[in-house]
Nanobody, 124 residues
Framework: QVQLIESGGGSVQAGDSLKLSCAAS????????MGWFRQAPGKEREFVAA????????EYADFLKGRFTISRDGAENTMYLQMNSLQPEDTATYYC?????????????????WGQGTQVTVSS
C-alpha cells in the first residue's frame, strides 16, 4: 500500500509563494506518475499538475499560466509543487496523488493513491 504525505501548506498573502511537498512510501515498482489536485469549498477536485517518476514529462492545468512548477526528487521519493504569485482563487486543499500508468493523467479517476491533503489559504 502506498502512503502519500503532503506538507508545506499554510496561510499567505496574495503574491506570496509556497512550496508543497509529497513524500511517497514506495518506489517506482508501485507508482510511476505523481500529481497534484486541489479542491476548494463547494467545488469539484481539479487537476493542477503531474509529473513522471523521472521528472521528464510534466503536465499543467491551463489556468496556472506558468505560476506553478512541479518537480521530483527520485532519491527522496518526493514530489514538489512550487507555487508563485499566489492569488485568493488558489485557496484550496491540495492533494497529492499517484498511480502506476503509461500516461501522465489529468483527471482524478486516473489516480489510485491519495494523500490526506494540505490546506493553502491566500488572502488579498
Amino acid at each position: 500500500q502506498v502512503q502519500l504525505i503532503e506538507s508545506g501548506g499554510g496561510s499567505v498573502q496574495a503574491g506570496d509563494s509556497l512550496k508543497l511537498s509529497c513524500a511517497a512510501s514506495e518506489r517506482t515498482f508501485i507508482i510511476n506518475i505523481m500529481g497534484w489536485f486541489r479542491q476548494a469549498p463547494g467545488k469539484e477536485r481539479e487537476f493542477v499538475a503531474a509529473v513522471s517518476w523521472a521528472g521528464y514529462i510534466t503536465e499543467y492545468a491551463d489556468f496556472l499560466k506558468g505560476r506553478f512548477t512541479i518537480s521530483r526528487d527520485g532519491a527522496e521519493n518526493t514530489m514538489y509543487l512550487q507555487m508563485n504569485s499566489l492569488q485568493p482563487e488558489d485557496t484550496a486543499t491540495y492533494y497529492c496523488a499517484a498511480v502506476q500508468s503509461n500516461r501522465v493523467g489529468r483527471t482524478a479517476d486516473e489516480y489510485t493513491y491519495w494523500g490526506q491533503g494540505t490546506q493553502v489559504t491566500v488572502s488579498s
